[in-house]
């Protein structure tokens, strides 16, 4: 055993501590709770959805196994994604600044959720506790399969997961209840006032520079929020990112966000705009943006106006006068009339003021 592997067995056993009831959770046993402490990367998952299969594995950046096996659970994660599969890592032990460098670093390879453990208080990780102690594994990673029934499917390296598991989990029916047939309820159209209290309350840090207390914020927003307004916390989160001037962690999650949220095209527009709401967007959140509102743009309905709206903007922040004005018209034709007075406010801006050039800045 090499000694990667070695400090890996080391640290998990210290990191779990002695107070175990080993092997208790196993196979065929329901999944315990989503305990996290904060979301580092990717949408909160708040419980687990009956139409879903999830993979919760447990890493550490100064493992060595861990880190090799990343590209691999990545790999997993982009072929089934589009299929139901939800993958989280989740941290042991870890800062999340630690875990955050570390993922920004690993960019591409590794674009799945991550989780930071919740030691609040001192504890050693309620994740860490109600999973891999109770499962009696004392090495990392180690890698759990939650079905659509949210039962433990599989326990183990997640070099050893055989995929011909996951599709067969993946076939299997949703038990997700169904949406009720009658009038909504108020859960479906409209957030707990607790959970818009917490909005309220990160919107207006944000406005006032608070980022830290921000971050706090939307971390207690995503465990407040019900599975029909998930798309709140995501945004905000990709708000306090920009305000960070992080451009490169924003592309990142605004790419999560359009996978996670591919048929909701409002959501889709919202996440576009914010990436060029900064008068000093870069080139490179324009071009994401961009990719995201251009199809969106082309296609008839109520998220097409807000579309053309961001790429008018685009055109303005690129320095192109012209195109700007004449995508602003076309937003406003199609635009519903509550949105007109805003929307040809802006069109006034781009008719009168000169934008600025390609590298300059803009106003």
Known sequence: MNLGIIRALAVAVSVLGTQVCWGALKVGDPAPKLAVGSWVQGEAVTEFAGDKVYIVEFWATWCGPCVAAIPHLNGVHQKFKDRGLVVIGQNLGEDAATIKAFVRRMGSKMTYRVTKDDTAGGDKGRMAKTWLAAAGQNGIPCGFVV?????????????????SLLETLLA????????????????ATAPSPKAAE????????LAANQLDQAENTIAELHRALSENFRHLGGLLELELILARKQPA???????????????????LNGVAARLVAAPDASSALCAAAGKIATPISTAAGDPQAPALATLARIAWL???????????????????????????????????????????PSR
Do not use: W
Request: charge should be neutral.
């Open 198 to 205: 917490l909005a309220r309350r990160a919107e207006a840090e």
């Open 318 to 360: 690129g320095g192109d006068q012209a195109r700007a004005v004449e995508l602003q018209a076309k937003a406003i034709a199609v635009s519903a009339k509550p949105d007109l007075p805003a929307r040809q406010a802006v069109l006034g801006v781009y008719q009168q003021e000169r934008p600025a050039a390609a590298g300059e």
């Open 249 to 267: 962690d924003a592309i990142q999650l605004s790419k999560m966000l359009c996978e996670d949220f591919a048929k909701n095209p409002a959501m």
């Open 147 to 163: 079905s659509k029934q949210g039962k433990i499917a599989y326990i183990g390296h997640p070099m050893s997961l055989k995929e």
């Open 172 to 187: 299997e029916p949703s038990t997700k209840p169904d949406a009720p047939s009658g009038p909504a309820t108020d859960a």
